[in-house]
């Protein structure tokens, strides 16, 4: 890693608009494990206005390794009082050609922006408000739940997933108030969850 002489201001604009930051929500999902990911976009979304109100920027410059075997970027974070720090972040390419170097690239930056702003990723938006400070809507003290109504909707949750027949689930879906909402979503695995999104929003 290299910086400038002084980076003070700069850690300290860093430190207030971590504070802002929520984590990276896994939007996009990798086919071949099965698992989701926070993306360019969305790393970016989240951490590009907090860095703005506290003077700070960012830019990403693709680089070469020796041999051109490699390709990566380097990540410059900027304050506006002149003060910098950057690094390099390089990954073996499988293939040479270009889509092979742009994943890589993409791959790169989405890496190293992430590490440079030191945010989480997080699966949904309850979470980023958490990390963020903000909080989340909970079941209130006086409002219980059926045990057996949160039974009886995740158990239609896994049949109309089976059978792919969603238009029973939609109608109970739309009985529900926003805290028997938030209790059974937090019954459902993430499988679930994506199921229930595609089929109407909880």
Known sequence: MKQSENITDLATALCLAQAQMGGAIKDSNNPFFKSSYADLTSIIKVIKKPLSDNGLSFVQLPITSEGGKGVGVITMLMHSSGQWVQGEYLLPMDKITAQGAGSAITYA????????AGIPTV???AEAAMFR???????????????TLVQ????LVISSQAS????ELVEALAELDEIEKQVIWKQLTTKQKEFVRLTKEM
């Open 133 to 147: 400070g903000q909080p989340v809507a909970q079941e209130p003290p006086q409002k219980r739940v059926s045990k």
């Open 109 to 116: 930056r989405r890496y190293a922006l992430q590490a440079m």
């Open 164 to 167: 792919e027949e969603t238009s």
């Open 152 to 155: 009886s909707v995740v158990a």
């Open 123 to 125: 699966d949904d938006d």
